[in-house]
């Protein structure tokens, strides 16, 4: 970021190509949603952080000033929605996404069956995160989807670690629930795992 | 059976987050302890069914607007103040301008003071003597009015906005947008290249623009300023191949006068007597009484023509 600041456009890509990926993922776990809302929040991260590259100081670690600027995006885009009341997070995400996730574990090349099935679960998981409470369910995708340690997630989000760690543990359990009522069995996840790699 | 102390640590142990001596007490505790291997084991199952929703990725023109976003916006190495002023477009065209105008009403004779025998040039002959800077009038203007609010009004505004659509010269661009919006503002960075007499980068910019899905007025309009770009740089075969499509992709085009007469020129210029000549007739025919612009033309097709077929 220090030499961005100086002019080194390459030194922005660097940042970008490394962060980018868990940045939309993050984005559009917490939103519901993979197509163009999520894109636009990530579009406006990373604006963000040009625009704010001048005031950029090296005492704030460059990773927990992106985050954070994911976070408040999301936040605001949660608030946004929650006040237009047009979309529900509960709804099921539509065929696009439904392509996507499909796409996501293809070059397995599963039986229809098995494609189906896994797609399901991707479905099930997908709703029960997206009704997650929001404190639950930022502590959960900051862990999985930016791999922050629950000390960096404390930081971020202001509370103590064992707070964090209580909300990842209640996200894990009622995602848990979720997949046990939907009859998602653990050799089917794991076996699509198996399967995909 | 709960089993408290090995509870709270659970999360830990699955994210990896305990120092390796309690990790090992962990271990040897799951050995004995059913339920905490069991918590374990669910909770493992939970993180591995969301790893498998992973890998999604956003458009690639995403990725390409927020990088030349940035390159757009990276604070500038500074140089000398002569270099500075002079790779900033903005300040250089101001300059220019402000000459031009300058240099234009220097050479106007003087209004005279005593009588009203100095004459002050209409403004239509103003204009012309703008004629080597602006090569042919702007066609812009013909075409459907954008909607309020998307065009950009200064130039460093159009030229910073339409590089967010356009494929970088790193590389790492895919294929330009599918967004009409972008097309509108490749429209008019290649305006504006042509205005200023940078006629191979307005072909490139208005072929790009071609590639960003315009609506079909936008396609018409690109295509005929395409043509007229080729034109004015005398490649006349290019020209025509973009007006021969303009008249059978789109007959209704608004200004189908022009494309006609263009391309009745480019041929008579390539000496394609026949197809100059099938161009006139078509203007003369569907615009009668227009005939005059062309009918001199026309006749010099079929002279030439007919010594042609003697021959």
């Known amino acids: 970021m220090l030499l961005y600041q100086k002019g080194d456009e390459r030194a922005f890509e660097v940042l970008y190509w490394r962060h980018q990926r868990g940045i939309f993922n993050f984005i559009s776990h917490f939103i ?105 369910k930022e502590v ?58 | 059976m709960k089993c408290p102390e090995c509870d709270e640590k659970l999360v830990d142990y699955l994210y990896n987050e305990l120092a390796p001596d309690e990790k090992l007490r962990m271990d040897e505790h799951f050995k004995d302890c059913a339920y905490c291997a069991k918590e374990l084991s669910q909770l493992q199952f939970v993180s591995t069914a969301f790893q498998q929703l992973k890998h999604q990725e956003p458009a ?44 234009l009403y220097y050479n106007q004779p003087f209004p005279s003071l005593t009588g009203n025998t100095a004459r002050i040039a209409p403004p239509a002959e103003r204009s012309s003597a703008f004629t080597p800077l602006a090569p042919q009038p702007m066609l812009v203007t013909q075409a459907d009015s954008p909607a309020t609010g998307m065009l950009p009004q200064e130039e460093t505004d159009v030229l910073q906005r339409v590089t967010r659509s356009l494929r970088n010269d790193r590389g790492i661009g895919q294929v330009p947008s599918i967004q009409s919006q972008d097309a509108l503002y490749a429209i008019e960075l290649g305006n504006l290249y042509f205005s200023q007499g940078e006629l191979e980068k ?4 208005y072929s790009i623009a071609l590639t960003m899905n315009p609506n079909e007025s936008h396609t018409s309009l690109l295509r005929y300023q395409l043509a007229l770009s080729y034109k004015q740089l005398n490649d006349c075969s290019s020209a025509v191949q973009v007006l021969d499509d303009i008249q059978k992709r789109f007959p209704d085009y608004q200004d189908m006068d022009k494309v006609f007469k263009m391309a009745g020129d480019c041929y008579l210029n390539l000496e394609a007597y026949d197809k100059a000549e099938t161009n006139y007739a078509n203007f003369i025919s569907k615009f009668p009484d227009k005939q005059s612009e062309v009918v001199d033309k026309l006749e010099t097709a079929r002279k030439f023509q007919r010594v042609n077929l003697a021959y």
């Open chain 1, 32 to 136: 519901g949603e993979s197509g163009n809302q999520a894109e636009e929040l990530l579009q406006d991260v990373f604006l963000k952080v040009v625009k704010a590259s001048k005031r950029y100081e090296p005492s704030a670690k460059f990773t927990t000033w992106l985050y954070q600027i994911a976070r408040n995006g999301c936040i605001d885009h949660f608030r946004k929605m929650k006040h237009r009341k047009t979309t529900s997070l509960a709804q099921p995400i539509d065929s696009e996404e439904e392509m996507v996730l499909e796409s996501t574990i293809a070059g397995t090349h599963p039986s229809p069956e098995k494609a189906a099935r896994i797609s399901e679960v991707s479905l099930v998981l997908e709703e029960a995160i997206a009704a997650l409470p929001e404190d639950q």
């Open chain 1, 140 to 197: 959960f995708l900051m862990r999985e989807d930016l791999n922050l340690s629950f000390a960096e997630i404390s930081e971020l989000i202001g509370c103590p670690v064992n707070t964090a760690k209580s909300r990842m543990r209640y996200a894990l359990e009622h995602l848990r629930k979720t997949l046990k009522r939907e009859g998602i069995t653990k050799s089917e996840v794991i076996e699509g795992e198996v399967s995909r790699m």
């Open chain 2, 60 to 103: 690639a023109l995403v990725h390409q607007r927020i990088l030349a976003h940035a390159k757009d916006m990276a604070p500038q190495k500074r140089g000398s103040w002569l270099t500075q002023f002079i790779f900033k477009p903005a300040p250089v065209a101001i300059v220019v301008l402000l000459m031009a105008v300058g240099l």
């Open chain 2, 202 to 205: 307005a072909i490139a910019t």
